[in-house]
């Protein structure tokens, strides 16, 4: 494989990154609205738009694979593969997340988040725009964006614990609550691991400029 296919290879990689990280995307704001709305016909295109995430998965995987097989790229080419092919993993695994709460769309009794917290579209606001971002450090081999997206796990914390306060606050005075409280508990535990994957996204951007991953020289 010549240099100006291989350079061709990783732009085709780059762009089939670009629209995992929408899809993901997608899936996440589908998700959240089928929730806050109880629209069960929404839940179910994300539960069905997963697969589509899982299967461009593999192929950028397998791409991945045959440029390492047949390019043998050395020092930075090798840690921008090595880096898509741990990302991508990241990236699935935020569309099973968006999947998780579409899942509770459709079993939830519904009736609305107002009366619950006002801090779950903002969270998920806040999730959306770190998956954003992150994936946009990697196409851009942005380091400064990746340790912005990073500071920004502990916005995500917080919202966290606010709901989590608020909800169990509500508890002690409305019972009646209980099943789309827990509901929205699990909502916001998914959001909150979400924004750790944007996290461990970040951190892969820095192995792929620097070498260095969580600290350790690796490459």
């Given at each position: ?69 047949r ?34 769309a ?42 912005k ?45 979400i ?13 792929m400029e ?10």
């Amino acid at each position: 494989m010549s240099r100006v296919q291989f350079d061709n290879e990783l732009l085709l990689l780059h762009n089939e990154l670009i629209k995992m990280g929408a899809m993901i995307e997608e899936a996440i704001r589908k998700s959240i609205k089928a929730f806050e709305e109880n629209d069960k016909e929404l839940a179910r295109e994300v539960s069905t738009g997963d697969k589509a995430v899982d299967d461009l998965e593999r192929a950028i995987e397998q791409r991945c694979l045959r440029l390492l097989l047949r390019q043998q790229p050395v020092a930075h080419d090798l840690r921008t593969i090595s880096t898509a092919v741990k990302i991508i993993t990241d990236m699935e695994r935020i569309g099973d997340q968006a999947e998780d709460i579409a899942d509770i769309a459709l079993r939830s009794p519904g009736g609305g988040l107002a009366d619950l917290t006002q801090h779950i579209p903002q969270m998920a606001q806040v999730a959306m725009e770190m998956v954003n971002s992150s994936i946009q450090a990697f196409i851009d081999r942005d380091l400064d964006l990746a340790k912005k997206i990073r500071d920004r796990d502990d916005e995500v914390d917080t919202l966290f614990i606010t709901v989590c306060d608020e909800l169990v606050n509500l508890l002690k005075t409305k019972t009646d609550i209980a099943e789309r409280a827990v509901d929205a508990i699990m909502v916001v535990k998914y959001l909150e691991r979400i924004g750790d994957h944007a996290v461990n996204i970040c951190e892969w951007v820095e192995f792929m400029e620097t070498g260095v991953h969580k600290d350790m020289q690796i490459l």
